[in-house]
């Protein structure tokens, strides 16, 4: 017998509920992966994402090569492809792991549809992309279908039993036959952030080790310092697949201790977001919360959201994280905090336009977490704090004490020592004229005024 594996966003061997549940019942198992027309009718296969995702494909398939096996790698419509290779093998089930987005559910009809009149069994794992599932805790309340706040919504989740990780396949057999589209390479897409981090499990695996043994333990007194660059770096593994995080969990609670705890705690935010976006689809393009914005258009806001998507507001702090986005296609979680809260708050520029960006850059770019994190600094998403507004220079002194993290991606400010870079519209004339920095695009008490305006408060 044979089952194909219908690989998705879970590009890994290790912990693998839908190839171990395939190697346990069928003698022959593809390994499949669709490049799929849709993902790009979609805009998501932006250049950073797809360069990281060939080398995820490429290490898989080296991967199964070690194992005895091969991946197949198929070009167009998912459902068509999958039916194709039934047909061609004639597989008695596909295996996939169960997806949050809207288009993750669609596929799934669209393979149903496709695998009923070829008798073929459609099976969708769970806690594969993610620890607990969407749906599998649940607010108690007649008509709540997820939770909205997160502190609840963590207490049930650190109390579900976790199950045991899967260790990787020893050997794979793959039926002759299917034949399989040469794997991209990196090296074939244009546009990429040159200093965009490798992809693929080995890597992840290297990656997750080296966290563990350097990084875990001072996480919870490191992981808001933005010069120390002391957080994971693991997010496109975790969007990727290349990483279980079901088996991350696991290890982070064997390692136990403080730096263990907060850092579970921030691998909830993700399937926390994957929750709302499963219930509330809509989430990835409407106000979750409708606040009746009337966000700013016209040509002074497009200057001023060119200027921030290029690092040159005038605001080092801002710059900083903007040209880190640039330059490596990730930027640290206080940056995405401190960059969008600017965007929205202080410019007063719609959240979607600021989510468009990230989505075009960051490797790690991902529906439910970018647009719900988005909208929890809008103040359109779960924040219980709608109205908070991060002022980039308070941010800038306690997060960037010293300035490091400005001058190490703003270099033409990198004269100025200690603090005093964050503000350099108070050197005085003669200095602030040797800096070719701009000045602030917008005062940040106007800004404010505005906003506080739009939203109705005093
Ligand atoms: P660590 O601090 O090491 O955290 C470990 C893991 O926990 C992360 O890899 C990530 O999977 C998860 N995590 C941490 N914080 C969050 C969070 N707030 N929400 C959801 N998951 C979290 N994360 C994405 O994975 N994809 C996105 O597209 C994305 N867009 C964002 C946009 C904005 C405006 C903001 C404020 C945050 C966004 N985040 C996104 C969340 C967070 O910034 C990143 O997950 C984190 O910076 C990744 O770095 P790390 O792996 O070193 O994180």
Request: hydrophobic letters at 40%; charged letters at 25%.
């Amino acid at each position: 017998t044979v089952a194909v594996v219908l690989f998705t966003s879970d590009l890994r061997l290790h912990d693998h509920p839908p190839l171990h549940a395939a190697l346990a019942s069928a003698d022959e198992v593809v390994p499949l992966f669709v490049l799929d027309d849709g993902v790009e009718a979609a805009g998501f296969g932006a250049p950073n994402r797809r360069a990281f995702l060939a080398d995820c494909l490429r290490d898989l398939d080296a991967g199964l090569r070690e194992r005895g096996g091969r991946l197949v790698v198929r070009e167009g419509d998912v459902a068509e492809e999958v039916g194709g290779v039934v047909t061609e093998t004639g597989a008695g089930a596909v295996h996939v792991a169960a997806g949050v987005s809207a288009y993750a559910q669609h596929r799934e009809e669209r393979l149903r549809e496709a695998l009923t009149p070829l008798r073929c069994r459609l099976s969708v794992h769970d806690a594969v992309s993610n620890v607990v599932p969407p749906g599998a805790v649940m607010p108690s309340g007649a008509d709540r279908d997820h939770f909205a706040v997160f502190t609840p919504y963590f207490r049930r989740w650190s109390e579900q039993g976790l199950r045991s990780p899967f260790g990787a396949p020893r050997t794979v057999r793959v039926p002759e036959g299917p034949a399989s589209a040469g794997l991209p390479s990196r090296a074939g897409v244009r546009g990429l952030s040159p200093g965009l981090a490798e992809g693929g499990e080995a890597e992840g695996r290297r990656r997750s080790a080296a966290w563990r043994r350097n990084g875990l333990a001072s996480y919870e007194e490191r992981h808001d310092d933005l010069a120390g660059d002391a957080t994971s770096r693991l997010s496109p593994h975790l969007h990727f697949g290349t990483l279980s995080p079901t088996e991350l969990v696991h290890r982070a609670r064997a390692a136990g201790g403080p730096g263990a705890e907060a850092f579970v705690r921030q691998v909830c935010w993700r399937d926390f977001h994957h929750q709302v976006l499963a219930a509330r689809p809509a989430a990835a393009r409407s106000d979750y919360r409708p606040r009746q914005d009337r966000w700013r258009t016209g040509s002074a806001a497009a200057d001023e959201t060119a200027a921030w998507k290029e690092g040159r507001t005038g605001y080092p702090v801002v710059d900083a994280a903007m040209r880190q986005l640039l330059h490596e296609g990730w930027m640290h979680n206080r940056g995405r905090l401190l960059t969008a809260s600017f965007l929205v708050k202080t410019l007063y520029v719609d959240w979607r336009t600021g989510a468009r960006h990230f989505l075009d850059l960051l490797a790690d770019g991902d529906i439910a977490n970018n647009q719900l994190n988005w909208q929890w600094v809008a103040g359109t998403g779960t924040d219980s704090r709608p109205n908070r507004v991060l002022n980039p220079v308070t941010q800038a002194r306690r997060y960037d004490p010293e300035g490091a993290y400005v001058r190490r991606w703003v270099p033409e400010l990198a004269g100025i020592s200690g603090p005093a870079v964050h503000e350099p519209w108070k050197l005085p004339g003669r200095e602030r004229a040797r800096y070719d920095y701009p000045e602030p695009v917008v005062r940040l008490q106007d800004g404010l005024a505005r906003f506080k305006e739009a939203r109705g408060l005093d």
